[in-house]
């Protein structure tokens, strides 16, 4: 009896952590480039292909800017800030330097595990109107946060920011909220590195 329950909890959490993506760290160096980026392993092939497909277009992408003498270096570097059974969450970002601080781009990128396709922040909550998410923010029912999560962003530039909108970059966070993504001196000065609204 203990051999067929072992055997059956054996099963059930190799079903539960086969949904899980293997998720390797691929790192390139030279004297001009630094590029780390994601490689994951799914049991799906097709869809595996076409996420690391996508990441690797955009490495290639930044690879490309090589070619201007002006850029010191270039680079990518993730972090994954959720995976859950159906969703892979990570922020992507390649940077150039050409001897200031630069200004990195950065992507907010979830991905669904059945297909593969890269989803929009709709699919996990209501859409918001850009004069309502301004107001949020504003009045602090949209709180931003600043420098990894570590402190609330006060937004300093919004007031001014003739151009914003709302964001297609998002990520997913175990706290179960949406994160809209905006790149420094959007919402908040260079030093407060890349800050998150939160969603319902």
Not at 150 to 161: D, M, R, W
Request: net charge negative; hydrophobic share 35%.
């Amino acid at each position: 009896m203990l051999k067929k329950t072992l055997l059956a909890l054996g099963l059930c959490l190799a079903v539960s952590a086969s949904a899980f993506a293997d998720i390797a760290t691929k790192e390139e160096r030279g004297s001009r480039f630094s590029f780390t980026y994601p490689v994951f392993t799914l049991e799906n092939s097709a869809v595996q292909n076409k996420i690391n497909g996508e990441i690797s277009a955009i490495v290639e992408e930044t690879r490309s800017l090589l070619q201007d003498p002006d850029y010191l270096e270039v680079g990518t570097f993730f972090t994954l800030p959720l995976e859950t059974e159906d969703y892979i969450s990570f922020v992507f970002t390649s940077y150039v330097d050409g001897g200031g601080h630069g200004l990195p781009t950065i992507r907010g990128m979830v991905y669904d595990k059945a297909t593969g396709n890269r989803l929009p922040y709709t699919h996990f909550t209501a859409p918001v109107e850009t004069e309502q998410l301004k107001q949020g923010i504003l009045s602090g029912k949209n709180i931003v946060y600043c420098n990894y999560f570590e402190e609330i962003s006060k937004a300093p530039f919004l007031k001014t920011s003739e151009t914003f909108k709302v964001s297609d970059n998002f990520i997913l966070r175990p706290d179960g909220h949406v994160y809209l993504m905006y790149p420094p001196y959007e919402l908040d000065n260079y030093a407060a590195g890349i800050t998150y609204v939160q969603l319902p």
